[in-house]
Nanobody
Framework: QVQLVESGGGLVQPGGSLRLSCTSS????????IGWFRQAPGKEREGVSC????????YIADSVKGRFTISRDNAKNTVYLQMNSLIPEDTAVYYC?????WGQGTQVTVSS
C-alpha cells in the first residue's frame, strides 16, 4: 500500500526555519519524482517544489526560490523540504505527492 507521511510542520516566527519530511512506504522512492505542494486558507493548492527520480533534478517555485531547498535520501525513503527565511505568506498546509498519491499534510504557521 502506497503511503506518504509528512512531518516537521509547526509554528515558527518570521525569519525562522523548518525542515519538512515526506516519508514513503509501499514503494521504492528512488523510482519516482516527488513534489511538495501547499494550500493556504481560502486559496488553491499550489506547487512549491519537486525533485526528479533518476537525475535528482529539482524545481523551485519563484515564490520560494532562494529560501526553500528540496532534497531526497532514498535510503531513508524520505524527501525533505528545507524552508529558511520564512514569511507569514508561507503559512499553509504542506503536502507531498507522488503521481496520484497524496500525504495527509502538515501545518506550517509563520507568525510572531
Amino acid at each position: 500500500q502506497v503511503q506518504l507521511v509528512e512531518s516537521g510542520g509547526g509554528l515558527v516566527q518570521p525569519g525562522g526555519s523548518l525542515r519538512l519530511s515526506c516519508t514513503s512506504s509501499g514503494f521504492a522512492l528512488d523510482y519516482y519524482a516527488i513534489g511538495w505542494f501547499r494550500q493556504a486558507p481560502g486559496k488553491e493548492r499550489e506547487g512549491v517544489s519537486c525533485i526528479g527520480a533518476s537525475d535528482g533534478s529539482t524545481y523551485i517555485a519563484d515564490s520560494v526560490k532562494g529560501r526553500f531547498t528540496i532534497s531526497r535520501d532514498n535510503a531513508k525513503n524520505t524527501v525533505y523540504l528545507q524552508m529558511n527565511s520564512l514569511i507569514p505568506e508561507d503559512t499553509a498546509v504542506y503536502y507531498c505527492r507522488r503521481s496520484t498519491y497524496w500525504g495527509q499534510g502538515t501545518q506550517v504557521t509563520v507568525s510572531s
